[in-house]
């Protein structure tokens, strides 16, 4: 099948690409982007390990067609960090309380945790635990997990304060 | 896992999607959220030659009423349906089933319409439709007709649906407005499908049920409308016995099969002890 052409923003950046229209967008990303942060975990929309944000909304991009992504605005992982390379307060936060351990379901899970805090910035534990109930994790439990988000979300709201 | 070849259409306007799925036929398929398709292509189960994406169709998005019903758009995602005040306010069922559909990146993108017109008897939103007695808009490009969502499930993967058309809305009665209400599912995980889940529509009078609605979820090839079971409590006071009796009506229904979510007669049992809880729990709304 003939490539198409693709145009769409990833991490801030303007990019082109040629692709497949069975080609998927995680293999966009991690074979011809070179953005190997969102993983493939489980391939079958369950484990979340291949989480990036989609216009403004968390997918799973092992269940996307790079094609579905014409126009779209993409972060990963690599799209969180800061322009002067610090990392961003759920970064931080995932790395004072232990939020990973083997790190394989971590870029999928923070950008999740990213998603979530725009659309509640103040999420309760449960809140968070449903939040997040499309991420699996094998190593932690959990509850390193969900007090990072929180820790994250209290930082966030913090700095907002200060700046106002 | 990498699907079979397609080529990808991604129309502009309900005309242009209508024409395209009357110029290719049965080697098309519409793809809304793709939560449910595109697993199914990249394990080779599905293999359309051309894949028409609805995601441009804004027509086909958005929750309004009208005097006598509520009609969402078929491409209306579970997400936007949780966060409907409307929904929230008018028909609570919606809000409270698609919360327990998947996790929430399936929700972001899976629709309305495509946990409907599916055909999948796992899906969830079947059977609340059956309950709620809702209809679904189906166009094509000469047409369009209206199908009882109690006539459209035809078997695993089968509706009344034509290869050349698309569900746009589905279409609520506004009579389900104040009724209790309750979507029960019994599953593994958080994100699975259902062992077995039951929908109810309540209406009480004066303590006296004067009206009832039950379907079940994914314990049989469609989604099962459990005429016997509303029936068994329609002018009762919903006491143990009526519920009781339900219960039996539904398990004389269910037709699951054996599978990873348990045997038949788990499943059975598990299709009345939803039925019971939602029952108990619509009364107590209901009042």
């Known amino acids: 099948?003939?490539?198409?052409?693709?145009?769409?923003?990833?991490?801030?950046?303007?990019?082109?690409?040629?692709?497949?229209?069975?080609?998927?967008?995680?293999?966009?990303?991690?074979?011809?982007?070179?953005?190997?942060?969102?993983?493939?975990?489980?391939?079958?929309?369950?484990?979340?390990?291949?989480?990036?944000?989609?216009?403004?909304?968390?997918?799973?991009?092992?269940?996307?067609?790079?094609?579905?992504?014409?126009?779209?605005?993409?972060?990963?992982?690599?799209?969180?960090v800061d322009g002067d390379g610090s990392l961003h307060p759920l970064q931080e936060a995932f790395r004072e309380h232990h939020g990973l351990q083997c790190g394989f379901c971590t870029?999928?899970?923070?950008?999740?945790?990213?998603?979530?805090?725009?659309?509640?910035?103040?999420?309760?534990?449960?809140?968070i635990r449903h939040g997040i109930a499309g991420n699996l994790c094998r190593c932690t439990g959990y509850l390193t997990i969900v007090r990072a988000i929180r820790a994250a979300a209290e930082r966030m709201n913090g700095a907002g304060e200060a700046a106002e | 896992m990498i699907p079979a070849p397609f080529a990808y259409h991604r129309p502009r306007s309900l005309d242009e999607t209508l024409g395209l799925l009357a110029q290719l036929g049965e080697d098309a398929r519409v793809v809304a959220g793709g939560h449910s398709l595109i697993p199914m292509m990249k394990l080779r189960l599905a293999r359309p030659e051309h894949l028409v994406d609805l995601q441009d169709l804004e027509q086909l998005r958005g929750i309004r009423t009208e005097p006598d019903a509520v009609i969402i758009g078929a491409m209306t995602t579970?997400?936007?349906?949780?966060?409907?005040?409307?929904?929230?306010?008018?028909?609570?069922?919606?809000?409270?089933?698609?919360?327990?559909?998947?996790?929430?990146?399936?929700?972001?993108?899976?629709?309305?319409?495509?946990?409907?017109?599916?055909?999948?008897?796992?899906?969830?939103?079947?059977?609340?439709?059956?309950?709620?007695?809702?209809?679904?808009?189906?166009?094509?490009?000469?047409?369009?007709?209206?199908?009882?969502?109690?006539?459209?499930?035809?078997?695993?993967?089968?509706?009344?649906?034509?290869?050349?058309?698309?569900?746009?809305?589905?279409?609520?009665p506004m009579s389900a407005e104040g009724q209790g209400y309750a979507y029960e599912k019994q599953k593994r995980k958080v994100g699975d499908y259902a062992t077995a889940a039951a929908a109810v529509m309540l209406k009480m009078s004066g303590g006296v049920c004067a009206s009832a609605a039950i379907?079940?979820?994914?314990?049989?090839?469609?989604?099962?409308?459990?005429?016997?079971?509303?029936?068994?409590?329609?002018?009762?006071?919903?006491?143990?016995?009526?519920?009781?009796?339900?219960?039996?009506?539904?398990?004389a229904i269910a037709n699951p099969t054996a599978d990873g979510h348990g045997s038949v007669e788990f499943r059975t049992h598990i299709a009345g002890v939803m039925v019971r809880r939602a029952l108990m729990r619509a009364k107590e709304r209901a009042v």
């Open chain 1, 1 to 80: 099948m003939a490539k198409m052409h693709l145009e769409l923003r990833v991490n801030k950046k303007e990019v082109e690409a040629l692709a497949e229209p069975r080609l998927l967008l995680i293999h966009l990303l991690r074979e011809q982007l070179g953005i190997t942060g969102p993983h493939i975990g489980c391939d079958t929309s369950h484990c979340g390990a291949c989480t990036v944000d989609m216009n403004g909304k968390s997918v799973k991009s092992c269940t996307v067609f790079a094609v579905q992504a014409q126009g779209a605005d993409i972060i990963t992982i690599e799209g969180l």
């Open chain 1, 107 to 127: 870029p999928g899970m923070i950008t999740r945790a990213y998603r979530l805090l725009q659309e509640n910035p103040n999420p309760s534990e449960t809140e």
């Open chain 2, 78 to 172: 579970q997400h936007e349906l949780i966060g409907s005040e409307l929904l929230a306010a008018r028909c609570p069922i919606i809000r409270e089933t698609a919360l327990q559909i998947a996790d929430p990146q399936v929700r972001y993108c899976g629709t309305l319409g495509g946990n409907v017109a599916n055909g999948d008897p796992g899906n969830d939103m079947p059977a609340v439709m059956l309950a709620l007695d809702a209809s679904y808009c189906l166009k094509r490009r000469d047409g369009e007709r209206e199908v009882a969502a109690r006539e459209f499930y035809r078997g695993v993967y089968s509706t009344a649906l034509q290869s050349d058309e698309i569900l746009v809305s589905i279409s609520i």
């Open chain 2, 215 to 251: 379907a079940l979820t994914n314990v049989g090839e469609t989604p099962l409308f459990a005429k016997d079971a509303g029936d068994a409590v329609l002018g009762t006071g919903v006491d143990n016995a009526a519920v009781s009796e339900a219960v039996r009506c539904a398990r």
